[in-house]
């Protein structure tokens, strides 16, 4: 009889999770309505990318990067962690806001900023992966070998202890959807600390991505290379973070509305007001101190090169005019135009990550500009981890309490 | 700075669970490192090399590295420029002289073996060591495979084995590391049939290429490339022409690399103590703030209500 029970149990528990994995549909009916345009280029976009990663163990790394021994780093690196990072500083941004400012109206966003930065730090060790030699070796600058002098030694022991600190500063959401209620009390009692260790471990990487450039002096376009490299690095993914949380609170209003309640929905216009408000003062911040790394380089006579000309395009076309199109966004209030600026931000955070880990670096080289310009294989597996960072994205949000509140929890 | 203190000091650090402080003890013990007394390097005098590629050849053989496509005196591997690889320690490129436009210039390419290395500042698992007696070695080992290695270089002298899906490996001269330690001298060194390469302890090296300059001014220009740049390096060179005439990079800081990021470095300790006051005492604040207003809000309508 107590054997009978326990299989009762079991194909209890088995029910009930299938039926959060399903959202209380059949196989068939979750099946058919996966089907969908965009699922269906999502489909396309990983049947080419994947078997490439599989390939690489095959082949080698030669079969997904455009690498050499001159560039060692591409788009692997240059976006998913050199751009990636500074955008997934989301977390430690609208947590310390919400948590130890005490910016309290901000409440509806915070979850969704803690799950984009958890995401983007876990897809940026998907990247650095994807681009290491080795990387079943990952663990080795926490357990088997030292370089205490590198600043990539740094990054390794942050990004990996700041994954963790993400996932238990998210783990309430997981819990609640769960519903472990005793476990997430666990959970939430550590959210102050946790806080604060993320503000000085994002501090700190945030900075140091910035930093290991500082060891290529000769290899970096003076125009991006400056000792300044890693305040500005941690001075721009403070504005990074605010206008990703713009792009992604907009992408979850529009794409996942039916999921979203009145508590996030209903907030989200004024929110994104204030969110526009902080990127633009941000983005001041950082372009002073840019002027101040300029002046600093005295680099001045660059300027009428064609480097210099890119560098005015990165410096007033996507740091100076999307800070004035959110400040008018923000003095006329208008939500459409502070979103624009928002999404214009974020691509020139992207841009200047960019520039500087593959267009000033090895500026000297000739052909430089066509030998950074990364090839099919490469761009295919990008756009493969990128369709899956969206893809799990979703898959949270439409199950786990983050852009609706859970009754139970509130 | 000794040995023993440099390694104690790591020692502690990694010891005492200080790992993500490490850093900063690392950065100050190497401060005031100048390079291990006594140690070898090697000197190339460019205006001796006939480009006969002995040196390729003979650095092939001692080493073991596979044969290459095109057979060590087939001189048209001239017509470009090439770099070393996964396959090559060591290779000679050609250029023109602009003095003498007869007598072509042959610039033979590999490791420098830096005093301070940059690859082995910017390795995170500590695969690279500067060894007393010179030569800067890997230990494919340790690698993960970053490469960042690689970009660190100031002389583009890293490769890396991109077609080997489960050991790939980064690939540099070793300056016959195991040779020296036999008491020989390196491959390429031996091999040479002119005076182009020579191998000694690189104090007496400094000294012989200054005597070269000295002795004969007409022909060559007054500087040892390697002397300071990029903090000195073991290997050294004279040249009859000037050095960015050979693809040498001129514009190297004089300092080691990582003097580039000891500030930064420096910051970590600070960070790490000075933030958790800061940004405590603000949640504190902000929640004495909460509380306060809280307390003063029930005392006002309690004195509310009194009046009534």
Same mark, same amino acid.
């Given at each position: #009889? ?50 490439? #990663? ?39 941004? !609208? ?33 650095? #992966? ?11 600058? #926490? ?76 290899? !970096? ?74 002046? $600093? ?11 210099? $000309? ?57 052909? $430089? ?30 199950? !786990? ?10 | ?60 053989? @001692? ?45 033979? @390419? ?14 995170? =698992? ?9 030569? @800067?070695?890997?230990? /494919? ?40 330690? /036999? ?27 200054? /005597? ?16 300071? /740049? ?40 600070? @960070? ?9 005492? =603000? ?26």
């Amino acid at each position: #009889m107590n054997h009978n029970t326990t299989i009762t149990k079991r194909d209890d528990f088995q029910a009930w999770f299938l039926n959060k994995l399903l959202m209380g549909m059949t196989w068939p009916e979750y099946m058919r309505q996966m089907i969908t345009p965009f699922n269906v280029a999502a489909a396309i976009i990983l049947s080419v990318g994947l078997p490439l #990663m599989g390939l690489r163990y095959i082949h080698g790394l030669e079969v997904v990067t455009d690498a050499s021994n001159e560039y060692p780093w591409g788009l692997f690196l240059g976006w998913g962690l050199f751009a990636g990072v500074p955008l997934s500083a989301t977390g430690f941004v !609208m947590a310390t806001a919400y948590y130890i400012f005490g910016f309290k109206r901000y409440k509806p966003l915070v979850r969704l900023a803690v799950l984009a930065g958890f995401l983007g730090y876990f897809f940026a060790v998907i990247y650095l #992966m994807t681009d290491l030699g080795r990387p079943w070796r990952i663990y080795y600058p #926490m357990f088997v070998g030292f370089g205490t002098a590198s600043v990539l030694f740094l990054v390794a022991w942050h990004v990996a202890t700041y994954l963790t600190v993400q996932f238990l500063e998210f783990s309430p959401a997981i819990l609640e959807w769960l519903e472990a209620g005793r476990t997430r009390k666990w959970a939430v009692m550590i959210t102050i600390a946790m806080t604060i260790a993320g503000i000085i471990l994002s501090t700190l990487h945030q900075s140091a991505l910035g930093a290991l450039f500082l060891l290529a002096p000769a290899k !970096m376009h003076p125009l991006w290379y400056t000792s300044y490299l890693p305040t500005l690095f941690l001075a721009s993914s403070i504005y990074a973070a605010l206008g990703m949380v713009i792009v992604v609170s907009t992408l979850s209003a529009v794409f996942l509305k039916k999921r979203a309640d009145d508590h996030f929905l209903g907030n989200l216009n004024e929110l994104t007001i204030g969110l526009g408000k902080g990127t633009s003062i941000g983005i001041l911040v950082y372009l002073a101190l840019k002027l101040v790394s300029l002046a $600093h380089g005295d680099a001045w006579g660059l300027l009428g090169t064609p480097y210099g $000309h890119w560098y005015l395009v990165e410096i007033l076309g996507f740091v100076l005019l999307p800070a004035l199109i959110l400040a008018v966004g923000v003095k006329k209030a208008s939500v459409g135009l502070v979103r624009f600026g928002g999404f214009h931000a974020v691509i020139g955070v992207i841009l200047n990550r960019i520039n500087v880990s593959m267009v000033a670096f090895n500026w000297k080289l000739p052909d $430089h500009i066509h030998d950074i310009i990364p090839h099919w294989q490469e761009t295919a597996v990008v756009l493969s981890i990128f369709t899956l960072h969206i893809l799990v994205f979703r898959w949270i949000l439409v199950r !786990m309490p983050v852009i609706y509140q859970d009754q139970g929890f509130k | 700075m000794s040995l023993d203190r440099r390694q104690f000091l790591k020692t502690v650090s990694v010891l005492t669970g200080s790992a993500v402080l490490g850093p900063y003890t690392s950065a100050l013990a190497s401060g005031e490192f100048h390079g291990w007394p006594d140690r070898y390097g090697m000197l190339t005098d460019f205006t001796e090399c006939v480009g006969c590629r002995s040196c390729e050849k003979a650095c092939n053989e @001692v080493n073991h590295l596979p044969q290459p496509e095109v057979p060590f005196d087939d001189k048209s591997v001239f017509d470009t420029q090439r770099r070393p690889t996964a396959h090559a320690y060591t290779v000679v490129n050609r250029y023109e002289n602009t003095g003498d436009p007869g007598k072509p210039i042959y610039r033979k @390419v590999q490791c420098n073996h830096c005093n301070e290395p940059a690859c082995a500042s910017a390795c995170p =698992i500590h695969a690279y060591t500067k060894t007393p007696e010179g030569p @800067v070695l890997y230990n /494919e080992n340790l690698c993960f495979g970053c490469r960042y290695c690689m970009i660190a270089c100031p002389f583009y002298v890293p490769a890396y084995d991109y077609a080997s899906a489960f050991e790939p490996r980064i690939v540099k001269c070793v300056m016959c590391y195991d040779r020296i330690r /036999e008491g020989k001298i390196p491959g390429c060194a031996e091999a040479c049939p002119t005076q182009s390469v020579t191998f000694g302890k690189r104090s007496d090296l400094l000294k012989l290429a200054a /005597e070269k300059i000295a002795k004969d001014p007409e022909r060559y220009i007054d500087h040892i490339y390697g002397e300071r /740049e990029a903090g000195g390096t073991g290997w050294l060179y004279i040249s009859g022409v000037p050095f960015e005439q050979l693809g040498f990079s001129t514009d190297l800081p004089e300092k080691p690399m990582v003097e580039e990021v000891k500030g930064f470095l420096s910051s970590v300790p600070v @960070v790490f103590t000075v933030w958790p006051a800061l940004f405590g005492s =603000i949640y504190a604040a902000s929640r004495h703030h909460e509380a306060y207003t809280r307390e003063e809000m029930q005392h006002q309508s309690k004195e509310g209500g009194k009046e009534k």
